[in-house]
């Protein structure tokens, strides 16, 4: 999403806050950031007094909504930069304001904009194909599905407005965005045209050619704010389209839907589930190496490894691996303490230095020609206490609850999710942030519209899970001050044996490939159901990367750390 992009870092460069969801409101009197769990802790570090943190959907924290509703009163007014706001949010602001006599403004140029200085600049990479031996499908074919999608709808035309949406359709990926292989665009779709809106510095001769095979004209980037006010008839216009672009239409020709690309995307084609399957192995051994290395290096005599030097070990040790692109979003590095904040992103002159005598969490993920990662493991690089162990235990459970529950085709991940948080429920802890996201094939490493989240935020857009989905495992316990835990691991949706006569249930197979900490599992805590399944899941890791390291010449050391790593545990 380009507002999206966009409002992150007008966020960022108004406050300090740097994470990736943030809306801020200002008053003559008072700055405002409404953020949610995952960035408590880091939105405290990173803003100064000026500014008051809104706990989003935390008991008595009202949504951005209502508290403008509350303190503001008429005739003032609200401005809103509409580009940097989504369609359904625009709604919601000014329905409510509209009742209390409030009026919501668009406004055309940013304010921030205005007053912020070294902002930085568009981005203006090139983009590239991205190839039939990785896509699995042509883009005329894709073409095809989304314009059936738009008849079923009634729609004559289709405005494209997410980044990951625009590049998976035309098979084509860029580098505006860090970490996610997008470039800046939009795309009108009617029933018998297709126009790309870039600067056309991004585009070589070689991709006009393509485009124009596929039958798809290019325009400016900004043109299609005035192309928009031509469409005619029922529009498609999906819920995170900005509202600068559905202002521009008339009412009663939105039809505001949730996009018909996000559910094609969402279930994998074949040649996409073995890609995904193939860099996984990659990246697992990848960061099995990088594990090896930190607990034979963090015990010799003064050597100091600090959470930055981590980070930037495993990104070395995934770039020598086949098909390596670049990272999926910054490495969480975190060390004691600070992996408690959920998004921590260390910086060099800040960060702690990796403690052999505490809890070490490592969230990363890469970016590889055949698919997209994201895993956690949490480790400790000596002798755990009875609290660390209690607590990884029972993340671990939920786990593995969740990787080996069954359902029905099209269950929500909110009906799950509970699975995965109920060894922590039971003892009166939990965690701030759900559970699982989707993820893209070599894009987005966070995609929708299927994830597996708290019930609290249920929404009516959320797909219903179908097999060659791909979403991510990962619950987590977090104690302020002290440490984090998390175990997350990717997984793909896949039809068992199990189930009615009309239809086979859903299952997961998890396949991110890289061992879980040992030494901080009871294994009393285990059913013997749970204990199986860690150990045939430490089996299959330690046969693909058993096999992965000896063709590629690894040391004995490393396939004896990683032998140890992956040994069956008993009761």
């Known amino acids: 999403k380009q507002w999206y992009q966009r409002r992150v870092a007008i966020t960022a460069g108004i406050s300090g806050f740097t994470g990736s969801a943030g809306t801020a409101i200002i008053t003559k009197e008072k700055a405002l950031m409404w953020t949610d769990g995952r960035y408590f802790l880091q939105a405290q570090n990173q803003m100064d007094e000026n500014w008051n943190l809104m706990k989003a959907f935390m008991p008595g924290t009202p949504t951005e909504e209502v508290w403008l509703s509350e303190n503001l009163f008429p005739p003032n007014k609200v401005g809103i930069d509409p580009k940097t706001c989504s369609v359904s949010k625009f709604k919601i602001l000014s329905k409510k304001l509209d009742s209390v006599g409030l009026e919501l403004v668009p406004v055309k140029e940013n304010l921030i904009d205005l007053v912020w200085e070294n902002a930085p600049k568009f981005p203006s990479a090139d983009v590239f194909r991205h190839p039939m031996e990785f896509a699995g499908k042509?883009?005329?074919?894709?073409?095809?599905?989304?314009?059936?999608?738009?008849?079923?709808?009634?729609?004559?035309?289709?405005?494209?407005s997410a980044l990951d949406d625009i590049a998976w359709l035309y098979n084509l990926r860029g580098n505006d965005v860090t970490y996610n292989p997008v470039f800046y665009s939009f795309a009108i779709i009617t029933k018998d045209s297709s126009t790309l809106y870039i600067d056309d510095n991004k585009i070589s001769k070689d991709i006009k050619e393509y485009l124009d095979g596929i039958n798809t004209s290019i325009k400016p980037y900004d043109k299609v704010y005035d192309d928009v006010q031509q469409l005619s008839g029922r529009i498609l216009l999906p819920l995170s389209t900005n509202a600068a672009i559905s202002e521009a239409i008339p009412i009663k020709n939105r039809a505001v839907l949730m996009s018909p690309i996000q559910e094609l995307k969402a279930i994998k084609n074949e040649k996409e589930l073995e890609g995904m399957v193939a860099c996984h192995v990659r990246d697992g051994a990848a960061l099995t190496e990088y594990?090896?290395?930190?607990?034979?290096?963090?015990?010799?005599?003064?050597?100091?490894i600090d959470e930055v030097d981590g980070a930037d070990k495993a990104q070395y040790f995934r770039s020598k691996e086949d098909k390596f692109v670049d990272l999926s979003f910054d490495t969480i590095s975190s060390s004691g303490p600070n992996g408690a904040i959920i998004h921590y992103k260390p910086e060099k002159g800040s960060c702690l230095s990796i403690d052999k005598d505490d809890i070490y969490l490592c969230d990363s993920?890469?970016?590889?020609?055949?698919?997209?990662?994201?895993?956690?493991?949490?480790?400790?690089?000596?002798?755990?206490?009875?609290?660390?162990?209690?607590r990884f235990t029972r993340v671990l459970q939920g786990h593995i609850n969740l990787a080996m529950a069954v359902f029905p085709p099209g269950t929500k991940g909110t009906c799950i999710d509970c699975l995965a948080r109920l060894p922590l429920w039971n003892v009166g802890l939990n965690y701030q942030h759900g559970t699982g996201h989707g993820v893209g094939s070599f894009l987005n490493v966070h995609e929708g519209p299927c994830r597996i989240s708290g019930g609290s935020r249920m929404s009516k857009h959320e797909m219903g899970l179908q097999k060659g989905m791909i979403l991510s495992n990962e619950p987590g316990f977090y104690e302020k001050g002290e440490f984090g835990i998390r175990i997350e691991s990717l997984v793909e949706v896949i039809e068992t044996d199990i189930g009615p006569d009309d239809g086979k249930y859903l299952g997961f197979r998890t396949i991110t490939m890289a061992?879980?900490?040992?030494?901080?599992?009871?294994?009393?805590?285990?059913?013997?159901?749970?204990?199986?399944?860690?150990?045939?899941?430490?089996?299959?890791?330690?046969?693909?990367l058993k096999k992965h390291f000896e063709e590629q010449g690894k040391s004995p050391e490393l396939l004896e750390y990683l032998d140890e790593a992956t040994k069956p545990l008993v009761k």
């Open 138 to 160: 042509d883009s005329l074919e894709k073409l095809d599905e989304v314009r059936k999608k738009m008849e079923k709808s009634l729609c004559g035309s289709f405005v494209v």
């Open 291 to 304: 594990f090896h290395w930190l607990s034979t290096q963090v015990h010799k005599p003064d050597v100091v």
């Open 515 to 544: 061992p879980i900490e040992r030494k901080l599992v009871d294994v009393a805590m285990l059913t013997d159901e749970q204990l199986i399944w860690l150990n045939n899941y430490h089996a299959e890791v330690r046969d693909k």
């Open 365 to 390: 993920g890469a970016q590889y020609k055949d698919g997209t990662t994201d895993v956690t493991r949490t480790l400790h690089l000596s002798e755990p206490n009875a609290k660390q162990i209690d």
